[in-house]
């Protein structure tokens, strides 16, 4: 269930609702509460609603009719109910051809014509049906005599009870379908997703590491294993299987979500093949035979403690826990699970440094995730586990690791910080053993230069994440050497600080490199710099760079950039530039960025943009400290950023907003005054201590609007 409140007006008590706040006296609210799915349920909210008779609002979805009458006011019989129709035939076929020949395909090949309506009027109008065959379809776009037989042997396949009973189980017969029609190597990465929690955001990475961990991805020759998980990964979301939750600049999906419809196939099914196993309150705790359990989720209050307790856990191949509380009676079998390979105890406050002792005792482990956990020190005794893969400690409390972990020859992806902290993994001597490392993040460099020479004997290398703190010349020239050694990195990022930063330089080390990194896609420098390097004008996969403190001109920074072809995000964070003012000249064009973000601090104070620089830029942020108190931030030249869709402006001074969103206003009249029929929606935040007002310039009639909200 989620509810997303938004409160207006006048000053209230809270009444504490679902994590958040609701408010009494004379506030108005708009709530809206998905997928209810009893009216027990409901009853439950709505006895925690005030009812101050101020227009407030709330809306509730469900599947269900009688929570939709019990949900909406006797007094009018049910008027507020409304039931979602189906697609027109019209926008039901734009929708199909859209996912299954592309946007870019006006219409569907005259051969196939008679199929798709055949499978269309199966799919009675329901988007998610047709988003789901459609997807199926997407790969057999040609008029081929084969393609032909399978858009046929698909519409055959669908029934006709979809068409005269629209209903969830037809629904759910045509998700069936997309997953019967998956290739072998897909289906199992499919009924893996089953382990995760409805509406749980899943990040790629996370998921792709476990796959492998779990022996789903096949080798290929010329790709790494992660590069075919990822080949793997790409497809289910261009199926429509899976939904993208978190979508990256250049269009690369971070995390997904499983459409809870999909779940409800995809948990059935591993439960009839005894795929997944799971304990806890969603799927009706432990009803299934746990004799022969695979893979082992638990989710929320972690179920009946005595279904945990009769479970055999020898053969359990993979163990996962959602939630904070309620695995205390799993963490305290650990070492029962000698045949588990996969481990994520992610986000479970239970874990503590008496069950890291048991985890060191499972050898057969690939994939370990302690990640926001309460452990506080790993056991030396994690060397014996020689067959992890990945072990993400993320957010611990731990605050180094013991020298044994570079006997974990096979560990490809090492995650590593402190919560809360800047503390860094020291590397130590015997780094070089670990030659299968991948990934390689937080890091302390030490101050001894022949432990940094073995950054250069990780070939595999391909992310970097390094602190540098008060290092000599010798460590950095030996940095420099390692560097070039290396040929696969993609994304490096370094912090360096020192006694003396400017005098330092001690993020200078790029400028030694003799080799240029030549695949990097990811940058983020913080520290003092003399210059970018002038290679960085030859990162052509470079999509993302994040600068802070390195204390350089806008020409200097923005110059290297400016023609890079793929890339997409520039942030230039505090003491980025040094300039008064950060002039974005027209011969700085940027072909593909996206987002632009600048946190000047106290300079620069004035950010102008020249015509025809950034015409493809769509977010714009930046953020006003004014600490000295002298002089009002200007900015101006907005108008030439001809593709912008989102402007932020944060700053501590009213006078400063006032005189910004006259600005604007005077650019608004201007553009009316010549007529102009295009102007860009543009989305204006501005915010002081107290208020937050939002400033809309609406397309053709360019519109203000404005709403304040008042903090309490």
Known sequence: MTAAMVAAGGEAQPRQFAGGKIYNGTCRYLIVIDDVWTTQAWNAIRTKLPENNCGSIIMVTTRIETVAKASSSPSVSGDYMHKIKPLSVEDAELLFINRAFGSKEPCCPEELNKEMDSILKKCAGLPLAIVSIAGLLSSYRSPSPGSIRMWRRISNSIGSQMEIHPTLEGMKQIIALSYNHLPHHLKACMLYLSIFPEDYVIKKKRLLLRWIAEGFVMEKRGLTMFEVAESYYDELVSRSLIDAARVRLDGTVKAVKVHDMMLEVIVSKSLEENFVNFVGAQYGGGTPSYDSVRRLAIHGDGGPKHVVDVMSATHVWSLSTFGAQGNIA???????????????????????????????????????????????????????????????????????????????????????????????????????????????????????????????????????????????????????????????????????????????????????????????????????????????????????????????????????????????????????????????????????????????????????????????????????????????????????????????????????????????????????????????????????????????????????????????
């Not at 048991?358 to 030396?380: G, P």
């Not at 890091?443 to 970097?464: F, H, S, W, Y």
Request: hydrophobic share 45%.
């Open 330 to 712: 799993v963490l305290h079998r650990l070492a029962e699970f000698t045949l588990l390979k996969v481990l994520d105890l992610e986000d479970c406050k239970e874990v503590k440094d008496c069950h890291v002792k048991y985890i060191c005792r499972l050898f057969l482990l690939r994939f370990l995730s302690l990640r926001n956990t309460d452990v506080s020190t790993i056991s030396s005794q994690i060397s014996r586990l020689q067959h992890l893969q990945t072990l993400n400690l993320y957010g611990t409390r731990i605050e180094n690791l013991p020298t044994s972990v570079t006997m974990l020859e096979r560990l490809e992806y090492l995650f590593f910080s402190k919560r809360w902290s800047m503390r860094r993994w020291e590397i130590p001597v015997g780094l070089k053993k670990m030659m299968a490392l991948c990934t390689l993040r937080t890091i302390r460099l030490p101050n001894d230069p022949n432990v940094v020479k073995e950054i250069g004997a990780l070939a595999q290398l391909q992310t970097l994440d390094i602190t540098i703190l008060n290092s000599s010349e010798e460590v950095l020239a030996n940095l420099a050497d390692a560097l070039d050694k290396t040929n696969n990195l993609r994304s490096l990022f370094a912090y360096g600080t020192g006694k003396d930063e400017h005098k330092d330089r001690l993020l200078n080390f790029p400028l030694r490199l003799k080799t240029p990194l030549l695949l990097l896609e990811s940058v983020r420098i913080d520290g003092v710099m003399d210059q970018l390097p002038k290679w960085f004008n030859s990162l052509v996969h470079l999509v993302k760079i994040h600068t802070w403190r390195v204390s350089l001109t806008g020409d200097h920074l923005l110059g290297v950039l400016c023609e890079l072809p793929n890339l997409a995000s520039v942030s230039l964070g505090y003491d980025s530039c040094t300039d008064d003012e950060l002039l974005v000249r027209s011969a700085f064009k940027f072909p593909a960025l996206k987002s632009f973000y600048v946190e000047p601090y106290i300079m620069p104070r004035a950010i102008r943009f020249e015509k025809s620089t950034m015409e493809k830029i769509e977010t714009f942020r930046v953020f006003f400290y004014d600490n000295d108190g002298t002089g009002r931030p200007i900015l101006a030249g907005i108008e030439n950023l001809t593709s912008l869709k989102k402007l932020e402006v944060l700053t501590h001074s009213r006078n400063a907003e006032i005189e910004i969103l006259e600005r604007l206003k005077v650019e608004r009249a201007r553009h009316q005054v010549r007529g102009c029929s295009e102007i860009p929606l543009v989305t204006c935040m501005f915010t002081i201590p107290l208020v937050l007002i939002c400033f809309q310039l609406l397309s053709s009639n360019f519109h203000m609007v404005f709403f304040m909200l008042f903090s309490v």
